[in-house]
């Protein structure tokens, strides 16, 4: 069953796209990226909860498939801001609810009404000159390198969450379900 997963087309055109190739001689399975196009494949999804079960599948193919890329470093996720906090002319962003306190602290004087907060749901309620600001400008990007133990641990838990074992996934919702946020 695994080989078919070379003869999706999606699949070969990434493959094709980053310039490595599978197979040797030796070892069918091997990745080889003698000729990788990229050192840095930055993964970026929205900053939300799809968008971490999106970077999870990715990180799980990425580290079941291309393991040799999280091996040597190539592999990032991006880090895109959860608000944009603004008062006048001074405005900052915030990539967690602890930095948006104390931006709406710094600019409102604790009073979250004197200020304008604006709640990205995604990558796509930025402007294209936000999204660069934030998230692609290589200049004042935030990006986490993808480590052996993070992409480990991404497989871990779509195989938790996607196996046929019902008990392990149920233990998983039940202990996590008080982090989840509705976002309405």
């Known amino acids: 069953m695994e080989h078919k997963i070379y003869e999706n087309e999606e699949i070969r055109n990434m493959y094709t796209a980053l310039g490595v190739t599978v197979g040797t001689p030796d ?3 091997a990745l080889n990226i003698v000729k990788l196009r990229y050192h840095k ?9 799809d968008g971490s079960h999106i970077a999870t599948l990715i990180l799980t193919f990425i580290y079941r498939y291309m393991t040799e890329l999280v091996e040597q470093g190539y592999v990032y996720i991006a880090q895109p801001p959860l608000y944009l906090v603004k008062k006048g002319k001074d405005q900052a962003y915030a ?3 602890e930095q948006r306190k104390a931006l ?8 979250e ?10 990558l796509g309620e930025m402007n294209s000159e936000q999204l660069w600001d934030t ?5 004042t990007r935030t990006l986490k390198r993808v480590t052996i133990e993070s992409a480990a641990e991404a497989d871990r838990i779509f195989s938790m969450l996607m196996g046929d074992e019902v008990a392990p996934r149920r233990e998983f919702i039940e202990t996590h379900a008080k982090y989840a946020k509705l976002d309405i």
């Open 41 to 49: 494949l930055i993964i970026m999804t929205d900053a939300d909860v």
């Open 104 to 111: 709406v602290e710094k600019f409102g004087a604790g009073k």
């Open 27 to 29: 070892d069918p399975k």
């Open 135 to 139: 998230t692609m400008n290589p200049d």
């Open 95 to 97: 990539w967690n609810e």
């Open 113 to 122: 009404d004197s200020v304008n907060v604006q709640r990205y749901k995604g």
